[in-house]
C-alpha cells in the first residue's frame, strides 16, 4: 500500500512571501496522481493541485506550483506570494487507481502579518 | 453546479448505537469515497463506491460499512458505536470512470458530518 509522509507539522510564512510544503511518498505503481488540498478551520477539503506520474511538466495553478521529482519520490507544494487566507491546514494524496486515495498527515501553515 | 452535501451536519450518538450518514455527490460523478478523519489518526480511508459496488475499502473494522444507489448517492453505516468513533466524516465525488491511470481525477468534498459519540 502506498504511504504518504509530510514530515512538517507546522510552518510559519510572512506575507507576501513563498513558503514550501514537503511530501514523499512511497509506491511500488508506475502510474499514479498525486494531489494537494487546503483544509481551513472550516472543515471542508479544498483541492489545489493535481501531478500525474507521467507528467513531464510540474503543475501549476495560479499561486500553486507543484514541485515534482519523480526519482526522490517527492511532490513538494509551493505556494507563492502567501496571503493571510492561506492560514490552513494542507494535505498531500496520492492514488495509484482512482478509487484508493491517501492522505499525508498535514502541516499547518500559518501566514503572519 | 451543486457541490457534494452531506447530512446530518453534526450528530450526537451514545455508545452501542448505529448511525447512518448520507452523502450526494456531484451530479455526473459516479464515485463516491469516504473518509474519516480525526486528530490523532488524521485522514483515514474508509471506502470507495463506483456504480453501486465497492471497488475498494481501507483498514476498518465491519462495523463500518457503505451503500451506493442508483443516483450515485451513498450512505454510511456505523453498528455499535464506541467513543473513538467520534470524528468528522468526509465524503468526496469524483468523474473517475475507470481503475487505473493514467488519468487521474480529484475529489470533491463535502463539508462532512461530525460525529460525537458520549
Known amino acids: 500500500a502506498q504511504k504518504i509522509t509530510q514530515t512538517q507539522p507546522g510552518m510559519f510564512v510572512q506575507e507576501k512571501e513563498a513558503v514550501t510544503l514537503d511530501c514523499t511518498y512511497d509506491t511500488s505503481d508506475q502510474s499514479y496522481g498525486l494531489f494537494w488540498y487546503k483544509q481551513p478551520s472550516s472543515g471542508e477539503m479544498i483541492f489545489l493541485i493535481y501531478q500525474g506520474s507521467y507528467d513531464e511538466q510540474n503543475a501549476t495553478e495560479g499561486r500553486y506550483s507543484l514541485n515534482f521529482q519523480k526519482a526522490r519520490k517527492s511532490a513538494n507544494l509551493v505556494i507563492s506570494a502567501s496571503q493571510l487566507g492561506d492560514s490552513a491546514m494542507y494535505f498531500c494524496a496520492m492514488t495509484p487507481n482512482n478509487n484508493d486515495m491517501r492522505f499525508g498527515a498535514g502541516t499547518r501553515l500559518t501566514v503572519k502579518p | 453546479k451543486a457541490g457534494v452535501t452531506q447530512t446530518p451536519r453534526y450528530l450526537i450518538k451514545t455508545r452501542g448505537q448505529q448511525v447512518t450518514l448520507s452523502c450526494s455527490p456531484i451530479s455526473g460523478h459516479r464515485s463516491v469515497s469516504w473518509y474519516q478523519q480525526t486528530p490523532g489518526q488524521g485522514l483515514q480511508f474508509l471506502f470507495e463506491?463506483?456504480?453501486?459496488?465497492?471497488?475498494n475499502k481501507g483498514n476498518f473494522p465491519g462495523r463500518f460499512s457503505g451503500r451506493q444507489f442508483s443516483n450515485s448517492r451513498s450512505e454510511m453505516n456505523v453498528s455499535t458505536l464506541e467513543l473513538g468513533d467520534s470524528a468528522l466524516y468526509l465524503c468526496a465525488s469524483s468523474l473517475s470512470i475507470v481503475s487505473g491511470g493514467p488519468s487521474f481525477h480529484e475529489q470533491y468534498f463535502g463539508p462532512g458530518t461530525r460525529l460525537t459519540v458520549t
Open positions: 463506491y463506483f456504480s453501486e459496488t465497492q471497488r
